[in-house]
């Protein structure tokens, strides 16, 4: 977007346009798609005079943007008004009330998108009408979202669902319907503002919800743990951890497979800087996902102290287990029973010959300082460990390897 930006400053002659800020975090499709609104409302509100840059998100609006993307699929049409649909007016009185009493105002954006994720169907739908209509329809759908006319008693929505649609041939394809709908308040009282009547075109989805969630030091704060539980986690296809480290960018730090047979998950990662945040997103098999709360995690404030457990697990404080590495010794260990790291030098990842999984593995800078431990599960990832040589220990065996 700021590519298109930096052009749009230049050939419409507005050097007062900002930078656009891609949001960081959100908690669910629908936070998501507001997030980016607000930013680009943001963005362009100095050069257009945009009154306001946050406008709320209303239950009710929500509510009729859903049901118009759940019409658009069970009526096999890509229409913002049809007799099968409905109209814009009709759809949103239908939630909060009369037109021209509860109403005053109203406008809508509709996109379909055939990406396999939500979030990438919202991003290429909001670019493609900030930027790439203008041939279509004079730039309509961006007016939609940066109108200047829109101030406190406008509240937004937005809907999405994913279903078959006929493009052409009689072929369908997955496509994702997205509903983007702004309402202007008219009167409050007898209408159902904030509230809004049940969706009634649309499949329940799944209601997931994240329950029990902890960061914890470990290792002295040299790693940090985060456990989770779920609420109705079977439209699940998997987790992924993302964490930043210094209001830096957040990161993934990897996924882990749904198990059905699971109540609770953990992580284990590396933990540098001053404070680390934390969230866990759940992929939904559709497409769709949703986020955990943030947790954060001071470590200029950490003396975490190991449970029993931890201790039995980790590496001995007292031991450095590099004191004689380097020196050759005579050992009736064969050549097969070694530590074999592959492959070395490494990227992102290594993998440990020799050693059973589920084994504690502590890997150490080459001064004999701790840089990260945990269980061994066919692959240890190094995304967190900068550039340099190190060495893993493993049952009192240890091998050398380089990251790069």
Known sequence: MNRAIRKERINFKQPDIGNYQHPDYYQDPVEYSHKIISALRLAYSKAYNIKVVDIPLDVAVNNAAQNHSCRMISCNEFAHQSRCTGSPQSRLAEQIGAMGICIRGFSENIAINTSP?????????????????????????????LKCSYDDSWRMGF????????????????TWFLTWNFAKIGRISGCSWGEGKEMKNCP??????????????????????????????????????????????YKSAGKIAYDQRK??????????????????????????????????????????????????????????????????????????????????????????????????????????????????NRKISLQWLRSGRYVVVVNGKSAQFVKM
């Open 263 to 376: 109540k609770t998950y953990a992580a284990i990662f590396p933990a540098r800087g001053k404070v680390v945040d934390v969230y866990v997103k759940a992929h939904l098999r559709t497409g769709s996902f949703r986020n955990s709360e943030l947790s954060s995690f001071d470590l200029n404030d950490c003396s975490e102290i190991a449970t029993p457990e931890q201790e039995k697990d980790q590496p001995s404080k007292d031991e450095n287990p590099l004191a004689e590495l380097g020196q050759p010794k005579k050992s009736g260990k064969k050549a097969s029973d070694e530590i074999v790291v592959v492959p070395n030098p490494a990227r992102n990842e290594i993998e440990l010959k020799n050693i059973p999984h589920g084994s504690t593995y502590a890997i150490y800078f080459i001064n004999g300082q701790l840089a990260m431990w945990g269980k061994y």
């Open 159 to 174: 809907g999405f669902q994913k279903g078959k649609f006929n493009f052409s041939g009689g072929r369908k394809s997955d």
């Open 117 to 145: 994720s939500v979030e990438r169907a919202i991003e290429w739908a909001i670019f493609s009408m900030m930027y790439d209509d203008q041939a279509c329809c004079q730039n309509g759908h961006r007016e939609n979202f």
């Open 204 to 249: 329940g989805e799944a209601d997931i919800e994240f329950q029990t969630m902890s960061l914890t030091g470990q290792n002295n704060c040299r790693q940090l743990k985060l456990t989770w539980s779920m609420n109705n986690a079977k439209d699940l296809r998997d987790f992924e951890v993302f964490l930043r480290q210094d209001t830096r960018e």
